[in-house]
Each structure stands twice: as C-alpha cells, then as structure tokens.
C-alpha cells in the first residue's frame, strides 16, 4: 500500500499565526481530499501542512441581503453548501453541483476552497462560480485582496495565489433566474460542464472541465454565429474521457438544445 | 449446535455473512506474525531496459532498514517461476521487461520506513526499444526473451509449450475438415475483426503475502486462489519437500481468477529468507495493475454459411498481448481456441492462436478464461451474418447450435446442456419487456452464447471428520473468495450425511491441513469438490458401518444406512453413538477420504460445459455515445442449484463485470507506462449503472456430473456479455463496433 | 496538540511531524501519539487492530475504508490520523451491540449483499452514515450516497435491497425531523 511521506504539521486557530507559517513549503490543508492523496502519489512533497480547519472565520456562510451576495468560507464542506437553506435558496445551482461533487465522503470533508485551490480542471464548483461572477478574498501577511475567480484559477492545477496566500471567503452574488448547469460524467471526474445563464440581453455560457480552466462567453442572445465561434475555439481537453471533437459536438448540442437553437 | 440448528426458522445466510458484515472476516492483508517486517518494493520506472547498476548504500543505512534485496542476494534458491513457462524472475535478472516491475525489495521495521528507503534506491537502465503493442512486437526483431527456460517435454495440463521465437510466448490451434475449400464453396462468408481491451480484474483486496522462512519450512498467507499451485513453485525456488511449505488462505477479498498462481509469493518468501524475519508485502492498486492483468487480444473471425445460412466452416484467428512474462495465458490462449468458435455444429474449423509477449503487465487468467476475447469477435460476426443474411439473429443461432448430447469438440464431453431452450428463455424475457422509442434515444438488443470446456483438472480431495456428537468438520483447499463455496460445500456435506448444515464446520484452506484441490478456478468447486465432499461421505459412511459392525459383533452386511441413521441388529443408532460404541467414550471420531480424479465420470474432460447466455437491451444517447443498459437477462444453466441465490449472485456479478469490459474498463498504456493505474482513471462499473431491469433464470435440468446433477457456475454469464452488449450497441447506431470498451466517445464516433 | 512554540529562521509557528491526539472510538476514549503522516486507516487497522476498516484504492473512490467521523463518513485512507483529534468515530467493529447486530449488518446478512465481503465493511458504514443523515431515504438517495461505493462481486443489486430493507426497519416516527433538513 501507498504510505505518506515524513509531514510535519502546524495547527492553529489563529489566523495571524496560520498566515505566518503558510509558504511554498508549507501548504494550506483544508479537507485533505485532493492534497492527502496528491502526497501519497507522490505528487505533492510539502514540508508540512498548515492546517485551516481550526480557523472557524473561514467555516461561515453568511447572507448580504442589501447587496444580494452570499458569502461563503473557504473551509465550508460539499455537504454544508449543499444541504444550507440560505444556499439552496438564493444559489440553487451551486448547491445542486455541490450535492453532486465526488461521492458522499468526499463531501464530508472536502471544500469549496480547497476544490478551487487544488484548480483540478475537471471539477464543477469552478464553472459555476465563474458564471455566477463569484469573487474570492485571498489573504497572507502583506494583506488582503479581492479577485475574481477567474483571476484566480489561472491553468491546469494552477492558481494565481502567491505562495504565502490563502484563500478566505467566496463571495457569489444571488443567481440570476435562468440559470442551468449541465455536465457529462462517465467517469470519475466530470468530462464537460456547462453553466448557462440567460438574461434579457444576453447568453452567457461558461464552459468547464474539458477546458484547462473554466472559460465564459457573454454573447447577444440570438447571436448564433458568436456562439458558434466561441465553441470552434475552445482549446479542449483529449484524455480518456474523449477526444476534442467529441467534447465539441457533445457542447454545441447542448448549447443548441439549452438555448433553443435551431440549425 | 444442534440447540442452534433447532432455532433456525428460515434458511440460514452464506456461512461467512457474520463474519464479513461484523469486520471479523481474515484477509491475508489483516495477517501479522510475532517480529513481522514490512517491505517495500522498488519497481522498475522503465518498460524494457538492462539493469546497469543498483546502489542501495543509502537505503540499507536509513532508520529502521532490516535489509535490502536484489537477485543478487538469492544464494542456492531459485531465481524464476512460472507453472508452465519458467520465465519469470523474483527479481528482475539483469533486465526489466515491463514497468512497474520488482527490482529491489527494501525490508523494514515499518512499512513507512520501508517506503522510505525504498526511494533511495537508485536503478540505472539502459534503455531497449518498448513495444507496447502486440503486433509491433511480432514483427519486431527486438526480442523481449533472449533465452528459452524450459525443460525438454515439460507440460503443464493440454499445454506443451514450446520455446519461444521472435516474441511468440505460445501458438497452439484447432483444426479439422477443409477450412480453406468449404469456404471457397460458401453463399456467404462474413469476417469479423474485433480487439478485446487490456483489462484488470481489480480484486478490492490487492495481492498481499506475508511469508515466514523458518529452517524447517515455509509458512505463507497469501491472497492465492491456488494454495496448492503455489506450494509447488515455492517447494522448487527453495528446494524443500511439499510438506515443509505450508501455504495458508484466509479469506479472498475477490478473486476472478486474477489471484490464480503465483504472484507475490516467492517475493514475500525469499525476503524473509534474507531478513530471518516474516515478511509482509502488500500492494496497492497501482502495483497491482503492474503484477497481472487479464490478456488482450485482436480476433478476426470468417464465417462461411450455405444456403439453409447453415454454418460450413470457421477460420478463427486469435492474437492475445501477453505482457512480459507467459504465467498462465498458454493455457488461456488454448481455453480461447476451445471456446472461440461458439457452441455451433461447425463442420470445417481452423482456430490459430498465438500468445505474443510485450513490455506490458504479465496477463494471466480472468474470469471467463479466454472465452470473452473469442466470443467477442465470433459472436458479433453471428450478428453481422444475421444481418447480411437477413434472418433474426436468435433464429440464426438456433439453427446452427449444438444439441444436447453432440459433439463440440471430438474427444471431449458431449454436450450437457440444452443450448436452444436456454438462448428461447433468455430472447423470450428480452422480448417481453422490449422499450418503445424515445427521441435522442437508439436502442438495440441483441442475445450471445458461449460455452467453455470447464471445470479444469478434474482433481480434487475432500475430508469429512465426524465428531461424537454428530457434527462435522469439512476440510478442503478449495479457497473462499465470495463465490460461496464454504456454503455451498457444507450443504453438500449435510445432504450426503443427513446431518442439519448447521452442524457442519467448513475449514478454511491450509496446505498443512486440509487436503489437495487442484485449483479454485474454472467455475469447478460445486462440481468437482462437491463430488469429492460426497465421495468423503460415503466414505464416512461405510467406515461407520463397519464400525457399527464391529461393536455388534455382525457382519457389515448386517448394517444399513437409513434416513442418516445406522440400523444395526435391529437397533437404531446415531452416527454419533457408532462412535462413541466404537471408541468406548463419548469421543473419538471418523474420517471420511474422499477423491476425485480422471477416471468413472470425471474421466472425460471437460468436466462439464459452462454455458453462456445472455441478453442485453441498450439505450444510446445520440448526442454523447453514452450507454445505458436497460435489461440484462442471464440464466444460470447449473444443472441443479446447489443454493440458488448463490448462483444468481454468481451470475450478476460474472454479467456486471462483463458490462465494465463492454463499456469503461481498459488499461492504456501511453510510451512506456500506463496513463490509468488508479481506479480515478480506471474505471470499473458502479451502482448507478446498473441495468434498471435484471432478469435472473435459471435452467435446473440435472444435466451436470456434479451433485445432484449440478455443473459449474461462475464465469458463464460474464463470456458473452461483451460480445452481447458490442452487437446490442451496433444494432442501435446502425455500426458495428470493432474495439471495447465502448466507451461515450467511441459510441458518438460510431455514431458518425 | 503538541505546543508550538521555538523558530527556526523561518516566522511563525514551528511543524511537528508528531501529535497527541485523544478522540473517541466505538464509544471509547483513545489518546495516541501519532505522526502527521500516519493515517486513520493506519492507525485503527495496524497500530489499534481494528481491521475490520478496509484499504484498496487509496483514492477515495473505492469506499472500503469508509468510518464515520462525527457521524459523517469519511475515508479513512486519505483522513490523517491527527484529524481525529476531539471527534467521535465509530467503525465497523463498533456497530454491533455484543451479540446484537445493527439493523443495517442484519439487512445486509438477510439480503445477501455481499460476497467476498471485502467491501462490506465499508458499504456498511455508508448505509449507517445514509440512515443517520436520512432516516427515509428514496431510490435516488440511496444512490447519490452509495454510488461512491465499489463492489466487484455482487453486481450491487443485493446491496441496493439491503439498504432499502435496513430502511426500513430502521424507519422512525413520521414525525421526527430529517437530521439533514433537507426533504
């Protein structure tokens, strides 16, 4: 069996003491669920983990309701997102993905930080929270700043956080009315997400999973040419869930059927 | 016991239920011994290289280090096993010949300073030229084996293996009439080429040994389907007697025949050997995958039909990948060649086989035995010529199978099975519960059959201990690995004595104390064990009564069996009162011997005929390829159902892993390593893709040689599922598929 | 919790690569010094000989190390042992009351859902940790919760039943709230 490698471990309740500590070497831990098995693949060699569970800031979810935002804590389970009423109301789609992310032990203990953080391209939250326009508060000792999300998951396994940065809050506006998320799953990880939200104006569609990072498109609603543009350059994945061809039939159809193109 | 035979109200669960929903149940992964040392593997991080130099100055001075191993360390033992051909190194020997293969064992206090150190050995290879891919490596002049390792005439069952020549590990065929004139005379000829994936058994359980080298012998406890095959092997590597190897198997944590012979065995043994220490080697999946996989294979298969579409001959080609060491897929390639041309009257028949060696994972056996590979591609070319001959393709089957009672194969067993009722069953349900259409939605059905000259070598012994009180210990080395033989061999047991099963005891398998089996393979055990159980009563029986006899001063004669009772003299008296007359005191007990072997009913192989038949009906999602199957129909033709739920546990779970090969599961091999040894990437059927409607039948005509007239159960409904779910999905897109597992992507492709 | 205190160069506190931790298990107060990289498989199968809890894919896609931790299941495998500190975790070997059986290792006998039985243990837990979330599950629950289960052997239907069956024996007053709020 796989064993662990030598870990050392730093556990504090105090945020300016976790924030001291956090460095290339030492890395945030939250739920374990992609950086425990990246260690025992050998993937991953920290020196230590920094553990953030103590840290009970970042476990709230709290409603804004003057600005319409939901804000969540980075170390909120699949699980909680799922099952809390506040989200269930104001972010149904969010918290149906989260009712869907992994398999039930994974939700457990896995979060909505830890999920972005890890930037594993075939992951739902990241497509969703990037249509819903979501903004991430990334803290370290030099201070805070706000990005979106899109600035925040920058490639494959790749974020924009400096290495002594962790990730606090989510903050999502409450969903618009015509949203959908749809995914293809034949396999453990999704192969193909995609988030639509439709406004008066305007389609916006946000693809993931089969792109190295979630990738939204505003178009003109009846705009069918820019849609088809937008798909024809989407720089897709080919692994075992299929080739990029593939991927971009499955897409438009989707598209098409979601958004009532006829062709 | 008796007090808790007389409670039971209804029938009681599988013998090791308690055990298993409590977390009581042994695996050989629980198993720990005084002064146990943990080892490491360091596995080869190239696919086909010579070994130019191995330092372990660093592992064998880091913290905890028992010690550090390599081939050459192994003194006077031997250096290679492989039951039928030798060529399978304990230790890589100067050469690696596939990733993931064991160069050096690191041993330690603990596992995790075992892993430890393990990284800091350092391998340095030369690199070879990798072939991957079974048809560059038969025209390669790279060969994969320089050398042969056999003995001159050795055998091994139907397989006399010859040396290997240019990357061929074995050839074998079936021949008899014209093949090339009769199909030169066919109204219709079809070909069919289709590939069968690598595919991995994946037992939950992994391979974990634990062996503890004494001077007096070897003591191991293994995930081993086979104790008895592995006894063998190790008697040579150490040079030792049968009976100072003591090979012990808790339960299985699930076999299909991907934990037949030897595996991690002599590794385990010869690092305690070094240490003085016992040893435990565990693996996780990804080791696993990199020590045996089931064979790969490309069929191409020519069916040539009269004008009746009557079949007038077959020309069968197999090519199986083999990986980089033979094990057992000789023996699976001639089981393929049996089982490939269906359970048809084929009066012309050609089937050549060739075994190519590769820098892959070594294949061995897997549940079916080379009969899916075959039936894959010769039951979709029955499809493909139902088609092209415009007849339903259940039709077509029907008018060509074999009867009860003919001929398969000259010299084996007729047929015991009733071909044609079971493929009307089966077409019956699929058509009863026929789905209209859906828009977005294709669907297909389709039925296949196969039938595999079961049952393996048919040697087996069995002991029945009766105890003073009437109860029984049963002791035989057939292996528990949730087919349910325990159970099933006690109600054997309890039938033949007369005794409530409850009052029988089923040992588990222990080469020191329960007695030769053969294997616990080839769907065997209710059949052939069952026939030594009951031969062990029998037994059991006369030798009470001669005891009977004796105590009454009588002639043997005198006494007669009835209704489980001895009557002696007028008197009526319990086995257990024999006994205790017999001994004196209320102790004391009798054996029963019983044995199996070539000769009275099991003198014509194969033992019996394991019959494939299923249904499938598929739905096709037109925009993603995606499959879902909606009926699955199997039927379990066991002659007679020792324990019916058994047989339909067996059936469903044979059939399930037969729908991950036809949809998801493949190892693929990217350059020289696997892009898939983990179960993220490798994936395996799940709850969610379960059929919405299972139909379970079973066929119950007392045609087997086993008890009861019960014949074997356990791969039957998996060898034609591929093949049934390849036509089903073919008929629903309007193309035939030519490569599994159809996965989504491969389906739209399909589509298109 | 190890105090962390000293520097070493580096700002802020200093990693131990060892901890204490005191939880309960199966009802018991455990305290144990284990090394951060030593996982609650680990601990509970080699180090406190509760073997019952299963290993395989080390990926948490397999389930047979599922424990409850807090009443959530959890894989054991991929869960560092630390992690247990202050929590209430039951194993398999904690579900049986003696002799009494949990009505979900009843359901699972009397359905004859299982085989090899190397999963059990972990398909078990599931169930527990499904009926303790959702003491009325539906077909689509029992899915959603189980489907991150592997069995080789049983083509899942027996399993299926099984849980259903557990269900309902298990099923309370109608009145009583869903612990999980959510139906």
């Known amino acids: 069996m796989a064993v662990l490698p030598e870990l050392g471990l730093i556990r504090s309740a105090d945020l300016g003491e976790v924030l001291a500590a956090v460095d290339g070497d030492h890395v945030p831990y939250a739920g374990g669920t992609e950086l425990v098995p990246a260690m025992s693949l050998g993937l991953r060699r920290p020196a230590a983990i920094v553990d953030l569970k103590r840290l009970d800031a970042l476990d709230r979810i709290e409603i804004d309701a003057a600005v319409g935002t939901v804000m969540i804590g980075a170390m909120v389970t699949h699980r909680r997102l799922a099952h809390h009423r506040a989200v269930r109301d104001h972010l149904p789609t969010l918290a149906g993905a989260a009712a869907r992310v992994g398999n039930a032990r994974v939700r457990s203990v896995g979060t909505i930080g830890g999920n972005l953080c890890f930037a594993e391209p075939r992951s739902d939250l990241g497509c969703v929270l990037v249509a819903l326009r979501a903004t991430a508060e990334a803290v370290s000792v030099r201070g805070s700043r706000t990005l979106t999300i899109e600035e925040l998951v920058i490639g494959a396994f790749e974020t924009s956080l400096a290495a002594d940065e962790i990730l606090t809050t989510i903050t999502v506006p409450f969903e618009p009315t015509a949203m959908s998320y749809w995914k293809l799953q034949s396999y453990e990880r999704p192969t193909l997400g995609v988030a639509v939200i439709v406004t008066a104006t305007d389609w916006e569609i946000t693809v993931g999973a089969a792109t190295e990072r979630p990738t939204r498109a505003v178009l003109a609603v009846g705009d069918t040419a820019g849609l088809d543009g937008f798909i024809d350059e989407l720089e897709l994945s080919d692994d075992l869930g299929g080739p990029p061809a593939y991927k971009r039939s499955v897409l438009r159809a989707r598209l098409d059927n979601g958004l009532g193109v006829a062709r | ?752 | 919790m190890t105090p962390l205190t000293g520097s070493s160069g580096r700002r802020g506190p200093v990693a131990v690569t060892s901890t204490v931790i005191r939880f309960r298990l199966n009802g018991h107060a455990i305290e144990a010094l284990v090394p951060i990289r030593l996982t609650a498989a680990e601990l509970l199968r080699d180090r406190l000989g509760l073997t019952g809890t299963k290993v395989s894919c080390q990926l948490q896609v397999c389930g047979v190390c599922t424990v409850l931790v807090d009443g959530n299941p959890v894989s054991s495998c991929a869960t560092l042992a630390c992690d247990l500190d202050g929590t209430e975790v039951v194993t398999i070997e904690g579900l049986a009351r003696g002799r009494d059986l949990h009505p979900v290792q009843e359901a699972f006998m009397e359905a004859g859902a299982l085989q090899c039985g190397y999963c059990t243990p972990g398909f078990v837990m599931m169930t527990v940790g499904l009926l303790t979330a959702h003491r009325n599950p539906d077909r689509a629950m029992v899915q959603e919760w189980l489907d991150g289960n592997l069995c080789r052997c049983t083509g899942y239907q027996p399993i299926e039943t099984a849980v259903m069956v557990a269900a309902r024996q298990m099923t309370p007053r109608a009145s009583e709230p869903e612990p999980e709020g959510d139906r």
Request: proline share 6%; charged share 20%; glycine share 10%.
């Open chain 2, 1 to 752: 016991m008796t007090g808790r035979a007389a409670q039971s109200t209804r029938p009681p669960p599988r013998r090791d239920a308690w055990a298993k929903v409590t977390g009581r149940a042994g695996y050989a992964i629980d198993a720990t011994m005084a002064n146990m040392a943990h080892a490491a593997v360091v596995r080869a991080e190239r696919a086909h290289a010579q070994i130019t130099a191995i330092d372990r100055a660093q592992a064998q001075c880091a913290p905890g280090v028992v010690g550090v191993l390599t081939s050459d360390d192994l003194g006077d033992l031997g250096r290679r096993f492989g039951h039928i051909i030798p060529d399978h190194p304990i230790l890589a020997l100067g050469k690696v010949r596939h990733y993931g293969e064991p160069v050096a064992v690191v041993v330690a206090e603990t596992a995790h300073e075992a892993a430890d150190a393990a990284e800091l050995v350092w391998v340095d290879y030369e690199d070879l030229p990798t072939l991957t891919d079974a048809a560059a490596a038969l025209a390669s002049d790279v060969c994969i084996h320089e050398e042969s390792y056999l003995e001159p005439g050795h055998r091994f069952l139907d397989v006399a293996p010859t040396a290997s020549t240019g990357n061929v590990a074995h050839r074998d065929e079936l021949v008899w009439g014209d093949v090339d004139a009769a199909l030169t005379v066919a109204v219709t000829v079809v070909e069919t080429s289709a590939t069968f994936p690598l595919v991995y058994g994946y037992a939950m359980e992994t391979y974990n040994t634990l062996a503890d080298w004494q001077p007096d012998g070897l003591h191991v406890i293994s995930t081993a389907q086979h104790p008895l095959m592995i006894r063998r092997d190790l008697a040579q590597i150490f040079s030792l007697p049968l009976a100072a190897v003591r090979v012990e198997v808790p339960y299985i944590g699930g076999g299909y025949g991907s934990k037949s012979y030897t595996k991690l065995e002599p590794l385990a043994s010869v690092a305690s050997w070094a240490v003085g220490r016992p040893v435990k080697v565990t693996t996780d999946v990804e080791a696993a995958m990199y020590t045996t996989r089931a064979d790969s294979a490309f069929v191409t298969v020519r069916t040539g039909f009269d004008a009746d579409a009557r079949i007038v001959a077959r020309d069968i080609d197999i090519r199986f990948d083999t990986g980089a060491y033979a094990d057992n897929s000789p023996l699976v390639l001639t089981k393929s060649i049996n089982r490939s041309f269906g359970p048809y009257r084929v009066p012309n028949l050609r089937v050549r086989g060739t075994a190519v060696y590769t820098n892959t994972t070594p294949a061995s056996s897997y549940r079916g035995f080379g009969a899916p590979q075959g039936a894959l591609a010769a039951e979709l070319n029955m499809d493909m010529a139902a088609e092209r001959l415009g007849i339903d393709p259940v039709e077509l089957r029907r008018r060509n199978l074999v009867g009860p009672g003919e001929t398969l194969i000259d010299g084996k067993r007729r047929l015991d099975a009733d071909l044609g009722a079971d493929l009307d069953a089966v077409a019956d349900e699929l058509d009863r519960h026929r789905r209209s259409p859906t828009p977005g939605i294709r669907r297909g059905r389709a039925v296949a059959i196969t039938a595999s000259d079961a049952g393996a070598s048919p040697i087996s012994t069995a002991q029945v201990r009766m105890h003073a009180d009437g109860s029984v210990t049963l002791l035989t080395s057939s292996t528990e690995m949730g087919q349910g033989s325990s159970t099933a061999l006690a109600k054997i047991a309890a039938r033949a004595l007369q005794v409530p099963v409850e009052t029988v005891a089923v040992a588990q398998s222990d080469t020191r104390f329960t007695p030769f089996e053969w294997t616990t393979g080839a769907s065997r055990t209710t059949t052939i064990a069952g026939l030594a159980v009951q031969a062990a009563c029998t037994d059991l029986w006369q030798s009470l009564r001669a005891k009977a006899a004796e105590s009454a001063g009588v002639a043997v004669d005198g006494v007669t069996v009835q209704d489980g009772s001895i009557r002696v003299g007028g008197a009526t008296l319990e086995p257990g009162e024999v006994i205790g007359q017999w001994f004196g005191a209320d102790a004391g007990e009798v054996v029963g011997i019983g044995v199996v072997r070539r000769d009275g009913i099991t003198a014509v192989l194969p033992p019996f005929w394991e019959i494939g038949v299923v249904g499938v009906e598929v739905a096709v999602d037109e925009t993603t390829g995606e499959v879902t199957i909606e009926h699955l129909v199997t039927i379990g033709d066991v002659g007679h159902a020792i324990e019916p739920e058994l047989v339909k546990g067996q059936d469903l779970g044979a059939a399930t892993q037969g729908l991950g090969i036809a949809l998801w599961e493949e190892m693929v091999y990217e350059g020289q390593q696997l892009t898939n040894p983990n179960l993220v990437e490798y994936r395996v059927p799940r709850l969610r893709d379960m059929p919405e409607r299972i139909t379970s039948l079973l066929a119950e005509r007392s045609d087997g040689i086993g008890p009861y007239g019960a014949k074997g159960a356990g791969e039957g409904a998996l060898n034609p599922v591929p093949a049934a779910v390849a036509a089903a999905v073919g008929r629903a897109v309007g193309a035939w598929p030519t490569e599994l597992p159809l996965t989504p992507a491969r389906v739209w492709a399909l589509l298109r």
